[in-house]
């Protein structure tokens, strides 16, 4: 991960930063999983994401190497949202800067759809799903998120982000068709 690439989503008078910053989220995904298999080796990171709260910020930064990066800006994934991005060319990662996981942290918020499922899975009835899942185990998290929609059963789903803490190492690793990691790091600068 020697070279990186901002993506700035430009103000809007009709579209709101977050639910420009989740079509852009949801087209990159969309890139990734067609490169998967050529190994994408490409992380994502949010400079402007809010600790304290829900917000990513307006800036998607792209993190691989050059040949990488400038793969899949040479594909046209970028469609559709050229009027509401500004880009950088690839640049260098700056030198000694700091390294960061960037994680999906997947929330059982909804009772009620883990209980159908336990239902549908194993035959269960209402009464007994209630029993094994009661109410008191829906988890709630106030991660920074991008709203978007399952490509293989269409539904909608918060993608919850996490930002670990500033490490001075990097760590290696691959990073999935949503270039985020359970263990390998991106530069933080």
Not at 23 to 46: D, N
Not at 163 to 171: D, L, N, S, T, Y
């Amino acid at each position: 991960m020697d070279h990186y690439v901002d993506i700035d989503v430009q103000p809007d008078p009709e579209f709101p930063a977050h639910q420009l910053m989740s079509a852009l989220y949801a087209k990159l995904h969309r890139a990734l999983v067609l490169r998967q298999g050529a190994g994408a080796g490409i992380g994502v990171s949010f400079p402007g994401f809010d600790a304290q709260g829900t917000y990513l910020g307006t800036r998607l930064r792209l993190h691989g190497t050059l040949a990488a990066l400038a793969e899949l800006l040479e594909s046209d994934w970028l469609t559709g949202m050229r009027d509401h991005v500004a880009l950088t060319p690839p640049r260098p990662v700056p030198p000694d800067t700091g390294h960061r996981l960037v994680k999906r942290v997947q929330v059982k918020s909804s009772p009620e759809r883990l209980r159908r499922r336990l239902m549908r899975r194993h035959g269960f009835d209402e009464r007994e799903a209630c029993e094994r899942i009661p109410d008191k185990l829906a988890q709630r998290t106030n991660l920074p998120f991008v709203a978007l929609r399952s490509m293989s059963t269409g539904q909608p789903f918060m993608l919850f982000i996490e930002h670990g803490p500033v490490q001075p190492g990097a760590v290696a690793g691959g990073f999935n068709a949503y270039g985020l990691s359970q263990g390998a790091t991106i530069p933080w600068f």
